[in-house]
């Protein structure tokens, strides 16, 4: 053969080697997350989609758009200011062909949540239910976690809890915002004595349940309050308005009254009870309309007696 032929042979069969093979090509294809990424948040580029073609891929250069380029199926990147980032994935398999990709970033400013609640009734008493509210909260807050006296609750914005005993309790509230950023309150809660204790019971004892219009009508107030003492008392019977322990009323018509005594502890806690007095007419004294009930005169009887039997006697001595 010819040296130019066999040549000219070589070199055709050297290039048809470094030209890729027609139909070939990988397909390249990536995802990045998250969605909406945002300044020094860690962006996963995940290329595993990308379709090979016939060929295994052998190289994956990533371009972020800031100049700076990795390698790899999946790899990892942050930036450093919010804008927009044109980023490209080219692949590359072991024959030379090549496949590319590309999409727009846009990256966010980091946010940070803003962590806040409170509590009602804001002077909690042992045994009572607390709610705790943390819609105060700010940042786009996609987490709620609590932590009531060392023990994780299970809640959202609000929780319940129920405090056994008096004291100082510590309440810590953390969020986290759609960024993954996160903050945190913490806040202490002096819970009072069980409500039972502060709470009065109010009693009424009556001297009577029935009574006669012009009668004194007595009433005590004996309400029962384990700790404390009773700050203030009204009484209510018909008009009147009475604030004394002991007190005295007469009731001028019959009828049924209510009595009702509102008593209220120094802690602020209050109690109502009533009962139902039943008043009947004073009965009147008994009178015999018509007989004539007047005593005679002393003597008069012996006078007229005396003074018959004489005229007798004048009259049988004719």
Request: proline fraction near 3%; hydrophobic fraction near 35%.
């Amino acid at each position: 053969m010819d040296r130019r032929v066999f040549t000219a042979v070589a070199v055709a069969a050297v290039v048809l080697l470094l030209i890729p093979v027609a139909g070939a090509s990988p397909d390249a294809e990536f995802t990045y997350s998250p969605d909406e990424p945002w300044v020094d948040n860690e962006i996963e580029f995940n290329a595993s989609e990308t379709t090979p073609g016939e060929h295994n891929i052998s190289i994956y250069e990533w371009r972020f758009g800031d100049g700076e380029i990795d390698n790899g199926e999946t790899v990892t990147y942050a930036y450093d200011e919010a804008g927009s980032y044109d980023v490209s994935l080219l692949v590359i398999d072991t024959e030379g062909n090549t496949g590319e990709a590309e999409s727009t970033l846009n990256v966010e400013e980091g946010m940070f949540p803003t962590a806040a609640f409170d509590h009602e009734p804001e002077e909690p008493h042992a045994g009572e239910t607390v709610t705790f509210d943390a819609s105060d909260a700010d940042g786009d807050i996609q987490e709620y976690s609590w932590l009531v006296e060392g023990d994780t609750v299970e809640g959202d914005e609000t929780v319940e809890h129920v405090f056994e005993d008096e004291g100082e309790h510590e309440v810590v509230l953390s969020v986290t915002n759609h960024q993954n950023n996160t903050d945190n309150v913490r806040e202490t809660v002096t819970v009072e004595g069980a409500v039972g204790d502060v709470t009065p019971s109010a009693v009424i004892n009556a001297s009577a349940d029935e009574v006669e219009t012009g009668e004194e009508f007595e009433f005590r107030d004996e309400t029962v309050l384990e700790e404390g003492e009773v700050e203030s008392r009204t009484w209510t019977v018909g008009d009147e308005e009475y604030t004394d322990v002991n007190v005295s009323h007469v009731f001028d018509e019959a009828g049924e009254y209510e009595l009702t005594l509102e008593v209220t502890s120094d802690a602020g806690y209050s109690d109502t009870t009533e009962t139902t007095v039943t008043v009947v007419e004073a009965e009147e004294e008994e009178t015999d309309e018509g007989n004539d009930d007047t005593e005679p005169l002393p003597g008069f009887g012996f006078v007229a007696a005396l003074t018959a039997l004489l005229g007798l006697s004048a009259y049988r001595l004719r």
